[in-house]
């Protein structure tokens, strides 16, 4: 597991368990102090992720709420996005909605 931050931006790699709760929520709740706002956790990276986990982001979200803010998930796979709903950890955490790919430009045809 690795952690690093871009601003207000928690990015996460490799696998989020049961073994790097801890670390992660040093990591995080230090962040909702900081920021005191949205706070927003980058799973971009992430190889998988258990239960023990999104309920550690879920806790979160909610001890940022009562202090005016929030945790938001980005980059959640579609997995990560099913065991969510399959939990019902999905009205309780929030994700940001998947990017959409750049479009690339056509081609321009000469004159």
């Known amino acids: 597991m690795q952690f690093s931050y871009d601003g207000d931006v928690l990015v996460v790699r490799g696998a989020l ?3 790097c709760t801890a670390e992660l929520r040093e990591r ?3 962040l909702i102090d900081q920021v005191g706002g949205t706070v927003v956790v980058d799973i971009t990276a ?6 023990t986990t999104l ?3 879920a806790v979160a979200n ?6 005016g803010g929030r945790v938001v998930l980005r980059g959640a796979s579609t997995g ?9 950890l ?3 955490l929030p994700l940001e909605p998947p990017q959409e790919p750049a479009a690339e430009a056509a081609p321009v045809a000469p004159v």
């Open 62 to 67: 909610r001890v940022a709420g009562r202090r």
């Open 46 to 51: 992430v190889d998988s992720v258990d239960m």
């Open 17 to 19: 368990d049961v073994r």
């Open 90 to 92: 999905r009205s309780v």
């Open 55 to 57: 309920k550690l982001l």
């Open 80 to 88: 990560v996005r099913r065991l969510l709903h399959l939990t019902h």
């Open 28 to 30: 995080l709740y230090h």
